[in-house]
């Protein structure tokens, strides 16, 4: 295991500080500043390729092919989508257009917060850190970044390389512990983004609510998979174990159990099997295709997970605490009350859960926390609509595991318990945006239309608001779709419109015209 240097405690306000100097000097103001920092983000990466797929290997026993996969080509996505967006992101975004507010220009301009405050797990350590980096440099923020103390070859390759690449004053990383991380939080900052597990999410938020500090929380959860008998089983199977045993299992977006009609779980488990020797044809063990627990503490909480449970286990089953390996398993005729659904597993354990249907099936979910994600089998749109529109969770997604998260343009964020607010894209753009209003009313506007609001008030006030405000929509939502006040200016538009046709009409109009 590598050896990570912490950041002195004392040094972290003198870092805070020096950022918050930095961005208070205006460079971020610069779109190709910003364009420049998201270049070097990738080409840190770039660069050093090699380096940080040993560094994860170290860390987390993980295959490069995965580290390429779920950590390169999210955060290349990222650093392109970016780049290419940004002018168009920080445009300033006019109002709908009304007649009555027009001539004030009304607009929203998105400008930085300040200095932000990045907080990232040990599972994803790349992805999780640099992608919201990358997002917080478009929108003009100067960022601290902390990654998670568990993956030290990582976590101290990046406190070398960042100052190499990036501004050595707006974007830092600090590196330690909990009271390295205590000292940061004692900080006012202008947001924090924490991705991790709720505990840890819920000391965050309580930290940034001392200076009403704005927070994105990312907690995962037990996300639930709903199987269809319907299904092509041997695709819902080759998909479940991708998605439960990729990095160890170790992944936010990870199926956590199973729920499938009872009389339909012998062909799920058969297909399972088959799926499982295909992956591991020597073995899981030996296997270069499979990944570690980050830590023996990880390893002994799964391993009791697996020891309490009552379940039967068809597939794996296998732990060794000591090198941090964890069977991928498999385990049928799980019971509500069972140890492995008492709390999330983040590890390679994949329970399954017999329902007599789809309806018993809901019902489980919804007297659960909302998840990160619910996942439906099925080819059914009846089906999948039934599931989904009877649940809650931060994605929906049918047919496919995990995989949502690294869809340029879509979002990832949780709902309630598993967190809120997004990153990835544009979307993490407008975490780390203040969205400013702008206006400006210029002096005639109140000899035309605004002049009856100053004092000494009077009686005819109400036609002079009837001109402004908006027309109630009709008693029970029935009705057409403009409303009064559009209804009234098509008519007056329309008006003007009848006399310039019949004024041309006119001889006598004519001769005046050509006059």
């Known amino acids: ?22 961005f208070a000097s205006g460079r971020t103001q610069s779109l190709q500043f910003r364009k420049a920092q998201i270049t070097q983000v990738a080409y840190m990466v770039k660069d050093n390729e090699q380096r940080f797929k040993d560094a994860l290997k170290s860390d987390l026993g993980r295959p490069y092919q995965e580290t390429e996969l779920f950590d390169f080509g999210p955060v290349f996505g990222e650093v392109r989508m970016a780049y290419d967006n940004i002018e168009q992101w920080t ?8 007649i009555n507010w027009a001539p004030m220009r009304p607009k929203v301009v998105p400008e930085p917060k300040g200095v932000v405050l990045l907080i990232s797990p040990f599972n994803f350590p790349m992805f999780l850190l640099l992608s919201p980096l990358v997002s917080a440099i478009a929108a003009g923020n100067g960022a601290i970044m902390k990654p998670s103390e568990q993956t030290p070859a990582f976590s101290q390759l990046l406190a070398e390389l960042v100052p190499k690449y990036l501004d050595k004053e707006l974007y830092v990383v600090i590196n330690g512990g909990v009271p390295e991380t205590t000292k940061i939080l004692e900080l006012q900052w202008d947001h924090i983004l924490y991705t991790g597990n709720g505990r840890v999410g819920k000391i965050i938020a309580a930290a940034a609510a001392k200076h009403l500090t704005p927070v994105t929380l990312e907690l995962g959860g037990k996300n639930p998979v709903v199987i269809d008998p319907k299904v092509d089983v041997k695709m819902c199977a080759k998909r479940l174990l991708w998605g439960r045993f990729s990095n160890a299992g170790q992944i936010c977006l990870s199926p956590e159990y199973v ?12 297909a399972l099997k088959e799926a499982y020797a ?22 002994e909480r799964i391993k009791r997970l697996l020891d309490e449970t009552k379940g039967t286990v068809i597939l794996g089953g296998g732990t060794d605490v000591e090198n941090r390996y964890i069977a991928p398993t498999v385990v049928r005729d799980v019971k509500a009350d069972d140890s492995l659904l008492r709390e999330e597993i983040f590890g390679p354990v994949l329970p399954i859960v017999p329902v007599k249907d789809v309806d018993e099936a809901i019902a489980f979910i919804r007297g659960r926390e909302y998840p990160l994600a619910v996942y439906v089998f099925s080819h059914d749109p009846e089906f999948e609509k039934k599931v989904f529109r009877n649940t809650k969770s931060g994605a929906a997604v049918t047919n496919e595991t995990v995989i949502s998260a690294g869809v340029p343009g879509l979002p990832v964020g949780g709902i309630g318990p598993s967190g809120y607010g997004y990153y990835t894209g544009k979307h993490c753009f407008e975490q780390f945006s203040h969205f400013r209003v702008s206006l400006n009313n210029p002096t005639w506007v109140d ?69």
């Open 1 to 22: 295991m590598a050896t990570l240097t912490y950041t002195a405690i004392d040094e972290i306000p003198k870092i805070h500080a020096t950022a918050r100097e930095a």
């Open 91 to 98: 445009k300033p975004e006019s109002t709908k257009f009304s």
């Open 259 to 270: 729920l499938c009609p009872a009389h339909f779980q012998d062909t799920l488990v058969a």
């Open 278 to 299: 295909s992956f591991y044809p020597d073995g899981p063990e030996k296997s270069d295709s499979f990944a570690r627990i980050v830590t023996r503490t990880h390893a």
């Open 447 to 515: 000899k035309v239309a605004f002049g009856f609001r100053y004092p000494p008030y009077k009686p005819d006030y109400k036609k002079r608001l009837r001109s402004i405000n908006a027309a109630l929509p009709p008693r029970g939502g029935k009705g057409g779709m403009l409303s009064g006040t559009v209804k009234r200016w098509a008519f007056w538009v329309f008006f003007a419109l009848v006399g310039v046709v019949l004024a041309r009409r006119s001889p006598r109009m004519q001769m005046l015209l050509k006059a």
